[in-house]
C-alpha cells in the first residue's frame, strides 16, 4: 500500500511538474532556421519579460507608487526645464479664469498676446459684462476650475506672486497625472513589468506637446484629459469585480461626472458610459485571483462560485448610476451661457453645413429660413456680414436647434462622408499654429511650437497622407478589444471598445455641434482619444498572444496535487 501510495504521488509529481511558460508565443518561422532562432529568442524574451502571464489582478502598491511618482516627475521636467511651455490663449480662456477674480497681463491686442505664453493672472475686479461669456456676462462653468483654484492657492507658495500663474496649475495636472498612473498600475491585470508597460505608452501620449502643453493654459482640455483617464481606471476597477460594488460605481459616476464637466461635448460619452455600466462586472476565482464573466458557466472547478446577488439588485446600482449622469449632464447644460448654445448653432449652420453645401438654397429651404440668409455663409458671429445683422434673425433663433442639424444629416446622408473627411483630417492636424508655446522674451519667435517630445505628433502626421490607415487602426483597436473582453474575459478588452467607441462620439459631437469652426481645438480630446488607442492595442494584443488559461489550470493542479499528497502522507493521515 505504502508502495503504491508512493508510486501514485510520484506520478502525479511527474505530471504537475510539466513546464508553465506564463507567456509563450509561437516561433516565428522563416525559410531558413538558423536565421529565424534569433528573432524567435528575441521574442521570447521580450515576452516573458514584458508579457502579461495570468490574469491575476490585485494592488501592486509599490510598483503603483513608483510609476505614479516618476510618471509625474517626467511630466513636470517635461513641461518646466529648461523653459516653461504651454498653449497661449486665444481669447476664450478669459471667459473661464476671470470667475476666479483674476485678469491676464497680457497685451491688449489680439494679434500680439497669442504670439506667446502670458502664464500670470493677476487680482482684479470685473464689472458688468467684463467676465463670462463674451457680450453676455454669463458664468461659464468647467471641472477645470477646480485645477485653477488649486493653482490659485500654489502660486504664491511657489513666488509668482499673488493671483494665478497657469505654470501652478500645470504642476497640478502633474501631480494628478501622476496619481491617476498609480491607479492604473493597480487595477490593470497581469505581471508588474506588463503593467508599468502599459502605463508608460500612456505617459508617452500624455507627454506629447499637442496634448501636455495645455496643461500650462487656461483651456478646460486641461480637465478633460485626466477626466479621461480617471474614468477608464474608475471602469477597469468596476469590471474587475474587486471590492465592494457600490464604491465601485461611485468612482466610475465621479470620474464621469468630472469629465462631462469638463466640457460640454464630452456629454456625448452618456451613451457610452451607459453601455460600460450594463456591462456586468467580472466575477473572480477566490482561490487564484483570475477573472471569470459573471455568469459564465465554464468557470474552472472545484472551485465553487460565489454566491450571485439576484438579477434586479445586480442591474439596480448602475440603472440608478446612469440615471444620476443623466441628471447631472442635462443640469450642466443647462447651466452653460446660452451664448455658447447660439454661437455654435450659427457655426454648425453659416461656418460648416452652408459652406461645404453642392445646394445652399435648398438647405435654407429645408431647414426653413429665408433665403436672404444665402449671404452670411461662411461668416461668424462677429463679422460684419453676419446673420445677427439680418433683421429675420429671429427665424433662426427659434426654427434652429442641435436636433434641427442632426435632422437635416439624418436625411441627407451623403453630406457625412465629407464631413467625417474634414473632422478626420483636423484630427490628424493637432497642432494649434495660431498661438504661440514659448514665454515672450526667451528666444523663440512669435507663433513658435515646442516639440520636445513629438511621438504622437509624429505618428499622426506619418497617417495624414492615408487616413484610412488611422480609422483601420481604430477597428482593428475595436475587434480585439472584443475578443480579449469575450475569449480573455479582461477589462483591458472592454476599455478599449470604450475607448473607440467614446472617440467616435466626440468626434461627430464636434462635427455636428460647430463643424468647421474652431475645428482643430475642438477635435484634441477626440485625438487624445484615438492616441490611447496605442497603449490599448499593444495591451490587447499582449493579452491575446499570453495564454492565462494554461497557467491557471497548471497552478490548480498543483493545488490539487498538494491537497494530495498531503492526505496521502501517513504522518498526516495518522
Known sequence: MVEQANGNATGLRERTAEPREVFAPAPVRGRERSKARPVSSAARYLARTFGPGALHLGPLPGVALIAGLVSAAIMMVRLLIPEPVGMGDQGDGHSLVCSLGVMNQRPWDYAEFTKYLYPSWVPHTFYGEGCGATGTGESYYSSQLLFLWLGKLLTPLLGWGEGLDTRAVGIVCCAVFGLLIAALVNVLPGRALFRVLIAGLVTAVMADGIFADFFISPYSEAAAFPGILAVSVALLHYWNGRGPRWLAVLLVVLATVFTVAAKTEMVSWLPIIALALLWQPLRRDPTDGDATAEGDATAVEPHPAPTRRPRRWTWLLPATAILVIAAFSAGFINAQPKRFSEVNLYNAVFVELLPYSPT????????????????????????????????????????????????????????????????????????????????????????????????????????????????????????????????????????????????????????????????????????FMAALCGPLLVAVISLLASDPRKVSAGKRRGRRAKAERGSADPAVGG
Open 360 to 527: 445652399p438654397e435648398a438647405d435654407l429651404q429645408w431647414l426653413g429660413l429665408d433665403g436672404s440668409f444665402i449671404n452670411a455663409m461662411d461668416t461668424t458671429v462677429d463679422s460684419t456680414r453676419s446673420a445677427v445683422h439680418n433683421p429675420l434673425y429671429h427665424q433662426f433663433q427659434e426654427k434652429i436647434s442641435l436636433g434641427t442639424i442632426a435632422g437635416f444629416y439624418a436625411t441627407h446622408p451623403e453630406r457625412l462622408i465629407t464631413m467625417g473627411e474634414r473632422g478626420i483630417a483636423a484630427m490628424l492636424t493637432p497642432e494649434l499654429g495660431y498661438v504661440g508655446s514659448y514665454l515672450e522674451g526667451t528666444g523663440h519667435g512669435p507663433y513658435e511650437k515646442e516639440r520636445r517630445f513629438p511621438v504622437v505628433l509624429g505618428l499622426f502626421s506619418a497617417v495624414k497622407a492615408a487616413p484610412v490607415a488611422f480609422v483601420g487602426m481604430q477597428l482593428v483597436t475595436l475587434l480585439l478589444g472584443l475578443a480579449v473582453a469575450f475569449r480573455k474575459r479582461s477589462a483591458v478588452g472592454r476599455l478599449a471598445v470604450v475607448m473607440v467607441l467614446g472617440c467616435w462620439f466626440q468626434f461627430w459631437a464636434v462635427m455636428l455641434n460647430g463643424g468647421q469652426s474652431e475645428i482643430y481645438k475642438n477635435m484634441i480630446v477626440a485625438g
